[in-house]
């Protein structure tokens, strides 16, 4: 496992070993034991699987309560994936961190608990899996504004993104409610 420390300590790109041939390729997405000698021990509870059409931006989101730890990978397509640090006791709080993922590279992202996530769909389409230490909690989930200029997040976008509602209508860093 190949593994990138970002400008935010804490948040890791990792490449896995793909070994390839005429038929295609396999890799370990996730072996335990490789993850804990990279310092990642936590315990992951459900894996998720999003498909967003080129333009989609969803995010930025994190659970208060039950905050989620999120190994984040793409299986189809291309993205720009984004960490917020909203930890208030850490040095990164409100810096922010994006690199692109996208299926042939097999990169992966770890964004720990105590962050904002989300991304911007590159390509025609991706398909966005990824595994949370944390279970979803609907009442526990909030959204931090994408384009809040606190945070200057350099979005590699080509006119207005897709957003939900929701993600549109998120809290600026400023009024947002963020971990201690």
């Known amino acids: 496992m190949k593994v990138e420390r970002t400008a935010i ?6 490449e ?3 070994f390839g041939d005429e ?33 989609v931006l969803r995010g930025l989101h994190y659970q208060l309560r039950q905050a ?4 984040v990978r ?16 850490s040095a990164s709080f409100g810096r922010w961190v994006g690199t692109r993922l996208d299926a042939a590279s097999h990169r992966m992202i770890w964004v720990p608990a105590g962050f ?3 991304f911007l769909v590159l390509s025609e389409r991706a398909d966005v ?7 979803y909690a609907p009442g526990d989930e909030r959204t931090l504004l994408w384009n809040d200029p606190e945070l ?3 979005w590699p976008l080509a006119g207005e993104p897709v957003m939900s509602d929701k993600d549109r209508r998120g809290t600026p860093l400023a009024g947002a409610e963020t971990y201690a």
Do not use: C
Not at 74 to 89: M, S, Y
Not at 129 to 135: A, N, P
């Open 23 to 55: 038929r295609g390729f396999f890799m370990e997405t996730w072996n335990e034991r490789v993850f804990e000698k990279i310092g990642i021990k936590e315990k992951f509870v459900q894996d998720n699987h999003s498909l967003s059409a080129k333009n």
């Open 16 to 18: 896995p070993k793909a």
């Open 74 to 89: 793409v299986t189809a397509g291309e993205i720009w994936d984004v960490a917020v640090d909203l930890r208030r006791r």
């Open 129 to 135: 899996h990824y595994k949370t230490t944390d279970y």
């Open 68 to 71: 989620q730890g999120k190994l």
């Open 152 to 154: 200057g997040i350099a």
């Open 116 to 118: 904002a996530h989300g």
């Open 9 to 14: 300590a804490d948040v890791l790109v990792l």
